[in-house]
Structures are given as structure tokens and as C-alpha cells.
């Protein structure tokens, strides 16, 4: 994990109304981030501190397109050769 982060300083009260945990509010932080193309699937995953598959569930849920490129599609394939499929 990259050691260079930087803290956003929520206070209590706000999460406590918003009845949100830090994960949470991690997660929503990243799903409209990607929601608006500003943070790569990889990267908003990473944010929300999820796995890729659970991640891209989280957004299926919520109805929101996945960006799904030519690289994606060649990584997948990469993936899928490698396991024999």
C-alpha cells in the first residue's frame, strides 16, 4: 500500500447522522468517484478497500455502468488463458 495518504477529518457527529461507519463512508466516497469517471474501477476498489469482484457487486447493485475497455477485456483474456479457459 502506498505510504503517501492523507487524512479527511470527519467529525462523529456527521457519520453518527448520516448512521455511517468509516467504511462506509470510504465506500460512498469511491462509488461516486467512479460513478463520475474520476477514479478509475482499479482505484475506487482500492479506496473502498474491497476486492475487485465485490467492488464491481456493489456497483451492479446500484445500477451503475462499468467501464469495460479493450484492456479490460485483454486482462480478462489473459486471466482466463492462464487458467486454461
Not at 457487486?57 to 483474456?77: C, F, K, Q, S, T
Request: proline share 2%; hydrophobic share 50%; no cysteine.
Amino acid at each position: 500500500m502506498d505510504t503517501d495518504t492523507v487524512a479527511i477529518i470527519v467529525p462523529r457527529a456527521i457519520l453518527d447522522s448520516a448512521r455511517m461507519s468509516v467504511d462506509d463512508a470510504k465506500l460512498e466516497l469511491a462509488v461516486a468517484l467512479y460513478a463520475q469517471r474520476r477514479l478509475s474501477v482499479g482505484k475506487a476498489r482500492q479506496l473502498a478497500g474491497m476486492t475487485l469482484a465485490a467492488f464491481r457487486r456493489v456497483l451492479a447493485d446500484r445500477r451503475i455502468p462499468v467501464d469495460y475497455d479493450e484492456d479490460d477485456l485483454e486482462g480478462d483474456l489473459a486471466t482466463m488463458a492462464r487458467f486454461g479457459f
